[in-house]
């Protein structure tokens, strides 16, 4: 029984008493990422530092005449990126679809008119050959955008409804909202096409219970990605060409060079800044073949190193996947990891040759101002996620 002390109770039963000093102490803080904060600039400081060891000859020699003509590029998309990935990673991430009007739906519109416009004569700018620019004040390519877009719409499709990606069919529909962005994308840039396709397929495979259809649909995919490249003709024919006699091809001198360089690199490298292959062998060794320079200059370990940070990179962002207040959270990471690893492997896949050139920068590597912000600011929406995670 509990006694009564100057009008309070004082006792009661040990257990009832245990139970509310327990509630008492218990404090709840929210999980911000700081590792993956770290990370993900270090990672991108390094790229830095890369971008003017592969840059500074060729851009020296340049009509600019200026070493620092890249970096300087680089640096002011790496404080946008920070600035764009904080901002982002302080607000919450669920207001996209909690208000009025869905953010999730807005923003994957506009990808979609960004991707259309881009191939409008006049409109979309063209470099090498190549239209994948819009310039409004600064030149970006829309595709970055559209990944993120994809990201936010198949996550908000698998929190609207999860189970309905344990049927083929459910995968078959959502798959034709994500077509249009997928075929514009392929008219401009086949490998960025490829890519977005992984990461859309690749959340729903995560999210779906049955895993056995998407075997066929990955098989079948491959099979039509191979066709059109064989079929179509021109370049993309050329690279497979090329792939498979590289000596012998005049279309394999970049992957070529890059492979000298890779083995005159050896175990140790031959010091940073010391690299032969960057004086005019390598095309453009700042932009995509970026860690063939790493492996020349740093070597095997250099070149373990950065793939180690990456896999940490991911480790976080798995670990905030498992740790996400819901679903639509956990999948935004999910493509986000998705995304990241896909261009890390087809970067490092196309420099060692084991699959024909694509064209697929090093995330937060490569040269590209611009990809590096829109990367970060991926990042930031991560980052989000993490803020959100409530623990004990």
Known sequence: ??????????????????????????????????????????????????????????????????????VAQQLKGLILGVAAMLLISNLDYRELYLRKINGVYLFYGLCLIMQTAVLIPGVGIEHNGARRWLNVGVEFQPSEFTKIGVILFVAYAVYKSRRSLDDF??????????????????????????????????????????????????????????????????????????????????????????????????????????????????????????????????????????????????????????NAPDIFGSMICVGSMIHIAIQVLFNIAVVTNTIPSTGVPLPLISYGGTACAIMMLELGLVLGVSRQIKLK
């Not at 004082?10 to 139970?19: H, K, M, Q, S, Y």
């Not at 959502?174 to 840039?189: F, H, Q, S, W």
């Open 169 to 322: 069919w459910g995968f078959f529909k959502l798959m034709i909202y994500i077509a249009p962005a997928i075929v514009l994308i392929g008219k401009e840039n086949l490998s960025t096409a490829i890519i977005v396709t992984v990461i859309a397929v690749g959340m729903c495979f995560v999210a779906s219970k049955r895993k056995k259809y998407f075997i066929l649909c990955g098989l079948a995919g491959f099979g039509l990605a191979a066709a059109y490249a064989m079929i179509g003709g021109g370049f993309r024919a050329g690279r497979i060409t090329s792939w498979l006699d590289i000596e012998n091809s005049e279309g394999g001198y970049q992957i070529l060079q890059g492979l000298y360089a890779i083995a005159s690199g050896g175990i140790t490298g031959s010091g940073l800044g010391q690299s032969m292959q960057k004086l005019g062998y390598i095309p453009e060794a700042y932009n995509d073949m970026i860690f063939a320079v790493i492996c020349e200059e740093l070597g095997i370990v250099g070149a373990v190193l950065v793939m180690g940070a990456f896999l940490v990179l991911l480790w976080r962002i798995v670990m905030i996947a498992c």
């Open 1 to 70: 029984m509990a006694r009564v002390q100057n009008g309070r109770r004082t006792g009661g039963p040990p257990e009832n008493r245990n139970a509310a000093g327990r509630k008492r102490r218990e404090r709840y803080y929210r999980q911000y990422d700081y590792m993956l904060l770290f990370m993900t600039v270090a990672i991108a400081l390094f790229g830095i530092l890369m971008i003017y060891s592969a840059s500074s000859f060729t851009a020296s020699t340049s009509r600019f005449g200026d070493p620092f003509r890249f």
